[in-house]
């Protein structure tokens, strides 16, 4: 766990005052952190708390109604470039600022094979060679480079989420598990710079949890990005983020390192409730402090 | 009600129940007959009045009562007896005559349905398959035949190639050939918008209009051939595609398949009313027939300065000369759409239109621009169509807005869907199926669309998901070990 802020460089994304209405009601109010390059910052906070929305407008499928969302390249072709997400549409954010995202339900194209699940995340860079299927059409070998350069990526890919053996079967037919990490693969098959991973833990058993926590420190440390990651396991959580910021209805209420933030006061209450109880029943009021003594330790 | 035992070890037969099921079958068909069956309209001097067909209700209803009684029973166990009874129904409808035709067919086919139904559960001992068990049969036929595609394909394409030298082909094969290969290169286009990217379009055969239309306009005013108007009606329909899409891709699901609809009929409606250009409900007529690739024309004498076919050739005339031509052409076309959709599909293109069909939101998060991936399948699509349409107007030499009606992409889009949504293989069974199997019986008239729809009913009952839907993927990792060893 790298704790040390790199605070002299830009961060990769930067949000301000973030906020989404939906009619009256405020999903997201007046949110800003940073999330810095190689690290996982993880977004926590109780249900309804805005993590999705606040996903959902850092992706494009929203359009924020207020803010300013901005990813700075850190190397690559675009190095030093600054992409304002909230102006662009959905489908530019993946391809020009190289943010890739998975979902909560996962959305795997379940009907194709898990090979071909990578083959389309590699869509873009592709269609370039094909020069819109012309030359694939024609059977040109710029294409047929192209492809198997892509098939090389699916490939690293499919034997880094252990599945390469079942690289033939189609997606809709693995376990849950399998899934969950298909989709992990596909989103890094785009080769993003922020992976944004909505719940990546939810359904999983212990182990697979902890396969799923080497996976995404891996990513940080070898593939070199940035980690954006919203999850109610708090043992993964705790165990492999960088920073933590806390949402709860719609706001940010805490912002720091796990350590900092599993102390804080206003987390806990939000998780807990306030524990000025007054008239809780005696064998509740036993087990609060426990709770909390848990809560804090992250489980 | 008395109970008769017709095999003690089995279980009594619950008669009250069976007739009582019977009875309401038979009643909800006479809710259907009565007005469908029972009333005929009729031409007579005095005016249109209204014939009563009592005779015919009673037939239909009769037999929906035995035919319901009959599944009873083999839900009951008594599968032998009723196969040998819907036999004997079956060719005693066959061979004795009845008193009225509905009553004939619906016997011979009726009895040939609940026999088969019969047959099947005295071989498997079970009075019912699950839906799963079903489906999961039928799937293992559909990768069969995938996997039989790959001989049979090529059986396929060199029979089509040589069938107008074959000695039974004379001038009505050759013209179904033609109807056929038209329905299913039609039916290939369709493919890729609905097949492929999922998008259901009901509009498909404006397409078909403005090919046809292109074709004639440019050929009757223009003079110009229909091999410098074939690529031109394809252009013009791209044209037609993209502007319909712009506005329309932005909608999914059922409001799409409202909207193209709708640009289906606003085509049709403009070929009605647009008088001056399209002559209206008139057509238009005369339209050139295709030449021998501008070299030679298929007449007795020439009329324009070229050379004839068949003094170029030396061969004796026959007017079949062109109709074979014809066949040639359309199944040239009718290949390079089907050589463009398995190559397509191999490409990042094929693969976004699928992955578009399965989720078209993990689509976006892809950065798979969506507009763009479903313009270039309509556009495609449209292409293809356009080529169709032109030929189908060179064939005629006569087109008017009635053969652009909504049923017409209604029957194109049935041959999609009962194949298979995106099986190559299951538009050419399907189209012969819905196209080849009404031309077939003709003789039957009265009852070829009767027939018809039942066919679809028991298709979408029976196999849900098309004839032949199985896919195989694009690309394969690990060497093809056995079809549905991966289907898991």
Redo the contacts between chains.
């Keep these: 766990m790298s704790q040390t802020m790199m605070t002299n460089t830009a961060p990769l994304l930067t949000v301000e005052h973030l906020t989404m209405r939906f009619g009256g009601l405020v999903a997201v109010g007046d949110v800003s952190f940073a999330a810095q390059d190689r690290h996982i910052t993880a977004i926590i906070g109780p249900n309804g708390a805005g993590k999705t929305t606040l996903f959902n407008c850092i ?3 929203y359009t924020p109604t207020v803010g300013r969302l901005a990813l700075r390249h850190p190397d690559g072709p675009n190095k030093g470039k600054e992409f304002l997400l909230e102006r662009m549409p ?7 600022a190289s943010v ?2 998975t ?1 909560q339900n996962i ?7 898990v ?3 990578l ?6 860079k ?2 370039r060679a ?1 020069a ?2 012309f030359a ?2 024609l059977g040109l070998p710029l ?1 047929s480079k192209a492809e198997k350069g892509a ?1 090389d990526l699916a ?1 690293y890919w ?1 034997d880094r989420v252990k599945l ?2 079942y ?4 997606a809709g ?1 693995l376990p849950y598990g399998a899934q969950r990490r298909l989709e992990i693969a ?2 890094m098959c ?1 080769e993003p710079v922020l992976l944004c991973l909505d719940e990546p833990a939810a359904g999983l058993n212990p182990r697979e949890s902890g396969e799923l926590a080497d996976l995404l420190t891996f990513i940080r440390d070898e593939q070199k990005i940035g980690v954006l990651l919203i999850e109610h396991d708090m043992s993964v959580v705790m165990s492999i983020s960088d920073h933590v910021v806390v949402l709860d209805y719609g706001r940010k209420i805490a912002d720091g390192t796990p350590h900092e933030v599993k102390n804080d006061p206003a987390v806990i209450r939000a998780y807990l409730g306030e524990d000025e109880g007054e008239e809780l029943p005696p064998e509740i009021a036993k087990d609060i402090p426990d709770a909390a003594r848990r809560a804090g330790e992250g489980a | 009600m008395v109970a008769i035992d017709l095999s003690p070890p089995r279980p009594r037969v619950a008669w009250p129940e069976a007739l009582k099921e019977s009875a309401l079958a038979a009643f909800v068909a006479a809710l259907l007959t009565v007005p469908l069956v029972g009333l005929r309209t009729v031409d007579r001097p005095t005016g249109l009045g209204i014939e009563a067909r009592p005779q015919d209700i009673i037939a239909v209803l009769g037999l929906v009562f035995l035919g319901r009684l009959g599944l009873c029973l083999i839900r009951e166990g008594q599968a032998a007896v009723v196969l040998v009874l819907a036999l004997a129904a079956a060719i005693a409808g066959f061979f004795i005559q009845m008193p009225a035709e509905a009553m004939r067919v619906v016997l011979v086919i009726g009895g040939l349905v609940i026999a088969i139904r019969a047959g099947v559960s005295v071989a498997t001992h079970r009075s019912k398959l699950t839906q799963a068990e079903r489906e999961k049969r039928m799937d293992r036929v559909g990768a069969k035949v995938q996997e039989a595609s790959r001989f049979l394909g090529p059986i396929g394409i060199v029979f089509a190639a040589v069938l107008p030298f074959l000695p039974f082909a004379d001038r009505q094969v050759i013209d179904i050939g033609i109807l056929l290969l038209t329905y299913i290169m039609l039916g290939w286009g369709l493919n890729i918008v609905v097949g492929l990217a999922g998008l259901l379009d009901l509009g498909y055969v404006a397409f078909y209009a403005i090919g046809a239309y292109s074709y004639a306009l440019l050929a009757t005013t223009f003079g110009l051939s229909f091999w410098a108007c074939l690529p031109l009606a394809g252009v013009l329909a791209v044209i037609g595609g993209v502007m319909l899409g712009f506005p329309v891709l932005r909608l999914r699901g059922d409001y799409f398949a409202i909207v193209t609809l709708g640009f289906g009929e606003i085509i049709r409606i403009v070929l009605i009313n647009w008088y001056q250009v399209t002559g209206g409900p008139n057509g238009i007529t005369g339209i050139p027939r295709p030449t021998f690739f501008g070299l030679a024309e298929f007449n007795r004498s020439s009329t324009t300065g070229l050379p004839t076919f068949h003094e170029m050739f030396g061969l004796e005339f026959s007017t079949l000369h062109r109709i074979v031509f014809l066949y040639y052409v359309i199944l040239v076309l009718a290949l390079v759409v089907n050589l463009f959709t398995l190559r397509i599909r191999k490409l990042p293109l094929g693969r976004a239109w699928e992955a578009l069909r399965e989720d078209d939101i993990a689509c976006t998060s892809l950065g798979i621009d969506r507009t763009k991936i479903k313009l270039a399948a309509f556009a495609i699509a449209g292409m293809f169509g356009g080529f169709a349409g032109s030929f189908f107007a060179t064939r005629q030499g006569f087109i008017s807005p009635e053969s652009f009606t909504f049923i017409e992409s209604a029957i194109i889009l049935a041959i999609v869907v009962l194949g298979g949504m995106g099986s190559q293989m299951g538009v050419v069974v399907a189209t012969l199926v819905v196209i080849g199997l009404p031309e077939m019986f003709r003789e039957l008239a009265d009852y070829r669309m009767l027939t018809f729809g039942m066919g679809m009913v028991v298709i979408m009952l029976w196999r849900p998901r098309g004839l032949l839907a199985h896919r195989d993927p694009t690309i394969l990792l690990h060497k093809r070990k056995r079809a549905g060893a991966e289907a898991a």
């Design positions: 992706t494009g499928f959905g489908f530019r954010i993946s391809q020009q890739a995202r979902f959305r795997l194209f379940g009907g194709m094979s090979l071909e699940n083959m389309v995340a590699q869509h873009n592709l269609m094909s819109f299927s694939g059409l294409y098939l490939k499919l390469l053996e690289a033939d079967w189609q037919n596909r989103a785009t």
